[in-house]
T-cell receptor, first 116, second 111 residues
Framework: SAVISQKPSRDICQRGTSLTIQCQVDSQVTMMFWYRQQPGQSLTLIATANQGSEATYESGFVIDKFPISRPNLTFSTLTVSNMSPEDSSIYLC?????????????FGSGTRLTVV | RKEVEQDPGPFNVPEGATVAFNCTYSNSASQSFFWYRQDCRKEPKLLMSVYSSGNEDGRFTAQLNRASQYISLLIRDSKLSDSATYLCVVSERGGADGLTFGKGTHLIIQP
């Protein structure tokens, strides 16, 4: 079955710096999704990344803070910019490997970010 | 605003017992429904999709009531390995807009 590779798995970063998270899928997918899971909370959708167009951001998330790249159908990056301790979270990418969405989505293993 | 509500628990259940979780969703336009399982410090993994006719997968049974906007998950003959957080998830447009997650119900199976 298809595999999603996400890296880094974890990082500890200084406030004010930026971190880029990578997500690689071993099959072509139209849409990739980026989620955030804050401590003790469930997942919140940050944005949807389509190849060849700008990402679509959910309410409360902006491109300047979370720029996304989607250079091809198997890869995407999410950057957390100008980090503050409030950005400490798990960040996950997700794809619909079965097409159509009705079979659920598969997640990368997540990036555990701590901002100090 | 799209919301998915779950009882956070924890549910402490003896091994072998039957346990049921419930979930309600606010967006009547939701089309797809799922239960995900999340183990500590791991990513969520799809447990099962939920269909209007109800569906069963081994010890797990899921039900959907569209009129009441209510989803349930039943686990029979619970195992120690069932201990996890169970996330109720809904989506519109077949998931093209991403998924909306409940905060999860924490289940602890006790020996």
């Amino acid at each position: 079955s298809a595999v999603i590779s996400q890296k880094p798995s974890r990082d500890i970063c200084q406030r004010g710096t930026s971190l880029t998270i990578q997500c690689q899928v071993d099959s072509q997918v139209t849409m990739m999704f980026w989620y955030r899971q804050q401590p003790g909370q469930s997942l919140t959708l940050i944005a949807t990344a389509n190849q060849g167009s700008e990402a679509t951001y959910e309410s409360g998330f902006v491109i300047d803070k979370f720029p996304i790249s989607r250079p091809n159908l198997t890869f995407s990056t999410l950057t957390v910019s100008n980090m503050s301790p409030e950005d400490s979270s798990i960040y996950l990418c997700s794809v619909d490997l079965h097409r159509g969405g009705s079979y659920g989505y598969t997640f990368g293993s997540g990036t555990r970010l701590t901002v100090v | 605003r799209k919301e998915v509500e779950q009882d956070p628990g924890p549910f402490n259940v003896p091994e072998g017992a039957t346990v049921a979780f419930n979930c309600t969703y606010s967006n009547s336009a939701s089309q797809s429904f799922f239960w995900y399982r999340q183990d500590c410090r791991k990513e969520p993994k799809l447990l099962m999709s939920v269909y209007s006719s109800g569906n069963e997968d081994g010890r797990f049974t899921a039900q959907l009531n569209r009129a009441s906007q209510y989803i349930s998950l039943l686990i029979r003959d619970s195992k120690l390995s069932d201990s996890a957080t169970y996330l109720c998830v809904v989506s519109e447009r077949g998931g093209a807009d991403g998924l909306t997650f409940g905060k999860g119900t924490h289940l602890i199976i006790q020996p």
